[in-house]
């Protein structure tokens, strides 16, 4: 079946999406809300029911009384959108995980490519062990 | 303005609503709000009072019970009737000092949300010490987790997230993680038990109460700190009910959100508050928002100085907009404070937080904010959009409710059982599993994740020796040593003498350390109180606490109740009294740790062995049903003690370690384990033949937890140790130290490095 991949965010006030949402307004970046998830990618034949169980038994990736489980559409991230990954995740690994951080500006508009990079670069990712899908 | 037409709903549908709701309120509380206040209570006064007559705040259940236990005492300052009790230090320099502590559980959202229940628990304990005028400088974690065996894994995740929720909070607010214990057992595995105590200095004459100053009609309320949000709602009355796993939806209200961050910086700010008042010799209020919220922090605060409240929630800085009032007014949003203060000073404040220390720039709309005043009329009143929300009498409110329950005693262990122990297992197999067993290894692997030295002031951190050791004073050589305690093992068997026991091995730990002991405090972890059987553990251990107390002499000033603690079908934990010692040590030089510190030293046990295996490990380990727990001789005890700090103060003691789970073998072999790193090597153990020390079977004598200290004594000082000693018929010589690394017991020796083998390397998967 493919990849597939599930977003679990916390569905209580996230701290550290707000201290980076303020790190990035100070480094200029003009972002208005911060969204954080782990990006869980799953490369195999179970189905997506199956695989959301799987998730949401193990409690090392879930909490039902913290987190929201949602099945993402896209192996791709959305506008606005940034997957990290450590570089020295296995690329073939049942399951990879991955951050995704989503920008968006004043008028809730996900952020533009540039800005983006430049939080990339400036904040969400360190090249020396971690690498930015766009 | 919504309300609740109390008066017009038979007791079955009230039930419902007060359901659907969201209310733990009973029907005939509900009916007696309505009957007092003579009309249709509005919601907001109803999620007032759910949370202000919940069992966590208004200990209804076990208030009379309370009363029994001793709180005075030559060392007390303050007993248990603010946010925490203080005891008295010593003088330095002209001063007196006093050491601010209090003891709370956060057992219920730990074990929903393990690393943010358990955070948070460290963050609520921190305030209670913090508002007291205090700098807060250590903590400590007793902690009960279920069943952790890999195949648990529900339970090792619960396990992991307290423990990585203390380090990550704690670590960030930079105190140090002094002491703790940690037991396992499946009992635990619905409802883990997450209890902490926060330790503050302060100077006598400079304590902060938690009530507005007898002049402070018109006083204003500052709230600071983190903006309000709906996190926390509900959190009294969820920490009163039993848990139910299932109720995921419901529970994740009573989810409170740690910001270790902010939290270090309104430490920082209330600090320099402090001197800002001392300077200017101010008398002020202050408090920590926990349970209840904005409401019971300004309603307890204003009561307790015999005033009254009114507040304008519009005034709170929210981090949402278009939170319901009640929200607003009974959250538990984390990370904030009140304080009642004179209104000439109270821009000087708000200037601190929000511009010297800069909350607002530390996480969303924190900052500090005039929410209200302390009133003469004796009401407290809530408005919010122009509207009066909440008007009733402060008194009904925060006043005496009281629920008397029927208590049905614990049964009486049954007698102690013989056991033909020599065939069952071979001595050297049960050593090595009792070295292995959960609530015996090395805890190492845990408190590892915490720092314990952070600001440099920790004189003997955790493991170490049986309590933890703080100077907190630079320039002085007042220090004060803290142990918590209780054997869950025991609490199953015998809730009364659990509690002895609990008392017994806080106080015989800090005594092991060389120190004085000046008070205690208790939290009581046990089921619900509407069961006759477990309500009656309570009764009993309530008992054995208050028992064991004045018998050694101590008082207790500060303590937390914390019932429900039982999974949905209604299955209780073991009776868990967990009490923390808090000792004075005049010249911390003087401390003793438990490493042997060298070859040819005499081993002496101070302290009589028992036939008695109950609630031991060894029972465990053999399935013994044994209930006979050892009984505790407190008159023998207290000669002890004052025997072995008068050996501490003339410098006998090479090393001194106390007898609990696992026995005098266990004992033994910590003591040459913990000399490892400083000795590169270990120092060993040639133990003397039962006749010269023991008149117990080999198994009790060696397996037994009847209590006791092991010390290690010099060569040299013998003689003045043994004259010392005088006529105290439990002080025998049981052992020398050897430069072998072994541990020798008649035809049986143990290479060290084996038995360390066993004992290091249990915990280390769980927490990694």
Request: proline residues 5%.
């Amino acid at each position: 079946m493919g990849e597939r991949a599930f977003a679990v965010a916390l569905k209580i006030p996230d701290n550290e999406a707000y201290t980076a949402m303020r790190a990035l307004q100070r480094l200029g970046i003009a972002v208005a809300h911060v969204r954080r998830a782990d990006v869980l990618v799953f490369n195999g034949d179970e189905g997506n029911e199956t695989l959301r169980e799987r998730i949401e038994r193990d409690e090392t990736l879930f909490n039902p009384n913290k987190h929201r489980l949602e099945r993402l559409a896209s192996m791709q991230p959305r506008a606005g959108e940034v997957w990290i990954e450590m570089l020295d995740a296995p690329r073939s690994a049942p399951m990879r995980r991955l951050v995704s951080w989503r920008l968006f500006g004043g008028a809730d508009e996900p952020l533009g490519g540039d800005e983006l990079d430049a939080a990339c670069v400036r904040l969400l990712c360190n090249p020396a062990i971690e690498r930015a899908i766009r | 303005m919504r309300d609740l037409a109390v008066a017009e709903l038979d007791d079955e549908t009230l039930r419902a609503r007060a359901d659907a709701l969201g209310l733990a309120l009973r029907v005939d509380e509900l009916r007696g709000i309505a009957d007092r206040l003579g009309r249709a209570p509005s919601l907001v006064e109803l999620y007032a009072f759910d949370a202000q007559w919940s069992e966590h705040c208004s200990y209804k259940s076990s208030r009379a019970l309370l009363s029994h236990l001793p709180t005075k005492g030559a060392d007390v300052v303050l007993g248990p009737a603010e946010d925490a009790g203080i005891l008295h230090l010593g003088e330095h320099e002209g001063e007196r000092y006093g050491i601010v502590i209090a003891h709370e559980s956060h057992n219920h959202p730990s074990q929903v949300v393990p690393f943010e229940g358990a955070a948070t628990g460290i963050g609520g304990i921190v305030r209670d010490v913090l508002c007291m005028g205090a700098e807060v400088v250590a903590v400590a974690d007793p902690l009960r987790f279920g069943n952790v065996d890999p195949a648990r894994p529900h339970q090792r995740a619960v396990a992991r997230g307290v423990v990585d929720g203390i380090a990550a909070y704690g670590n960030a607010i930079g105190v140090p993680n002094l002491a703790g214990d940690c037991y396992f057992d499946p009992e635990f595995d619905d409802n883990v038990l997450v209890n902490v105590v926060a330790l503050g200095l302060v100077k006598e004459s400079q304590i902060i109460h938690s009530r507005v100053p007898k002049h402070g009609a018109d006083f204003v309320l500052l709230l600071v700190g983190k903006a309000t949000d709906a996190s926390g709602f509900g959190g009294a009355s969820f920490s009163s009910v039993a848990l139910d796993a299932r109720e995921t939806e419901s529970n994740k209200g009573a989810v409170q959100v740690p910001d270790p961050f902010l939290k270090n910086v309104i430490m920082r700010a209330s600090y320099r508050v402090f001197s800002m008042l001392r300077a200017r010799g101010i008398e002020v209020g202050f408090k920590d928002l926990g349970a209840g919220g904005i409401m019971g922090c300004s309603a307890e605060l204003c009561s307790a100085g015999g005033f009254g409240a009114e507040l304008d929630l519009d005034t709170v800085n929210v981090a949402v907009d278009h939170l319901l009032p009640e929200v607003i007014a009974v959250g538990e949003t984390q990370e904030r404070l009140l304080w009642a203060l004179p209104e000439e000073i109270v821009d000087e404040v708000e200037r601190i937080y929000n511009e010297e220390f800069s909350l607002p720039q530390v996480a969303q709309n924190a900052r500090a904010v005039r929410i209200g005043r302390a009133t003469a009329a004796q009401r407290y009143q809530l408005r919010h959009r122009g509207e009066l929300v909440m008007d009733v009498p402060i008194d009904f409110l925060t006043g005496t409710v009281r629920d008397t329950l029927p208590a049905q005693p614990p049964a009486p262990p049954r007698e102690r059982r013989e056991h033909d122990l020599a065939c069952e297992r071979t001595l050297d197999d049960v050593l090595h599993a009792t070295l292995a067993h959960r609530d015996v290894c090395s805890r190492a692997p845990l408190f590892r994740h915490y720092d314990a030295v952070v600001r440099g002031r920790t004189v003997i951190p955790r493991g170490e020796a049986d309590a933890g050791v703080l100077a907190p004073i630079r320039g002085s050589q007042l220090a004060f040593a803290l142990s918590v305690d209780g054997n869950p093992r025991i609490g199953r068997i015998d809730p009364e003498r659990a509690a002895e026991h609990a008392v017994y091995e806080a106080v015989r730990n800090v005594v092991a350390v060389g120190a004085e002991p000046i008070g205690l405090t208790d939290c009581l972890n046990y089921g619900s109180p509407r069961d006759a059987r477990q309500f009656g553990e309570l009764v009993a251990g309530i008992d054995g606490l208050a028992r064991s107390a004045r018998a050694l002499g101590l008082a207790y000033v500060s303590g937390n109740v914390s019932l429900y603690n039982a999974a949905s079908d209604g299955h209780a934990i073991p009776a868990s009294p967990i009490v923390a010692c808090l000792g004075r040590l005049t010249d911390v030089s003087q401390c003793v740790t438990l490493a042997l510190k060298e070859v040819g030293s005499r081993l002496y046990l101070v302290g009589e062995t028992q036939r008695a295996l109950g609630g031991s490990v060894l029972a465990a380990l053999l399935s013994l049903r044994d209930e006979g727990v050892p009984a505790i001789d407190f008159e023998r005890v207290l000669a002890e003690h004052r025997f072995l700090l008068a050996a501490a103060r003339a410098g006998l003691l090479r090393s001194a370690h106390d007898i609990s789970d696992g026995g005098l073998l266990v004992t033994l072999a910590e003591m040459s384990f913990a000399c490892y790193p400083a000795q590169r090597a270990a120092i060993g153990i040639e133990l003397d033949g039962l006749a010269g020390w023991s008149n117990v079977g080999r198994y009790e004598s060696l397996f037994g937890e009847w209590g006791g200290i092991v010390v290690e004594v010099a060569e040299r000082d013998v003689d003045r140790f043994e004259e010392l000693a005088g006529a105290l018929e439990s002080v025998r010589e049981i052992g020398t130290t050897i430069p072998q690394p072994i541990l020798a017991f008649d035809d049986d020796a143990w290479e060290i490095d084996d038995l360390h083998r066993s004992w290091s390397r249990p915990l280390q998967e769980l927490f990694p």
